[in-house]
């Protein structure tokens, strides 16, 4: 019941605010560059390297949460939890080295 009242009011509020917003004019749609002439187009595609550097950062991020408990519980965890640590992070950086030797990290 609960569910269905949320998904009722959900498609109400959508419902509604196509009515209530301002139709806006050709304006809203230029970029603002105080007062000037717009030089070029507003929708420029991001360089791919930003991506890749991202989905690298969060990867290895990532490890460093699943390696923290680790650390924190070492000594109980004994010679199976290390191999099992090492690994995650040899897979890991295995990856890392593929990406290097491809050419995935150069910027250029």
Known sequence: MF??????????????????RERGGSQDTEAYECGMEP??????????RFYVFA???VIFDVEALFVFPWAVQFKTLGVEGFAAVMLFVGLLFMGLVYAWKK????WE
């Open 39 to 48: 030089v070029g187009t507003p929708w420029v595609s991001p360089n791919i």
């Open 103 to 106: 050419g995935a990290l150069k």
């Open 55 to 57: 989905l690298l950062f």
């Open 3 to 20: 569910a269905l009242v949320g998904v009722g009011f959900f498609s109400f509020l959508l419902f509604f605010a196509g009515f209530v």
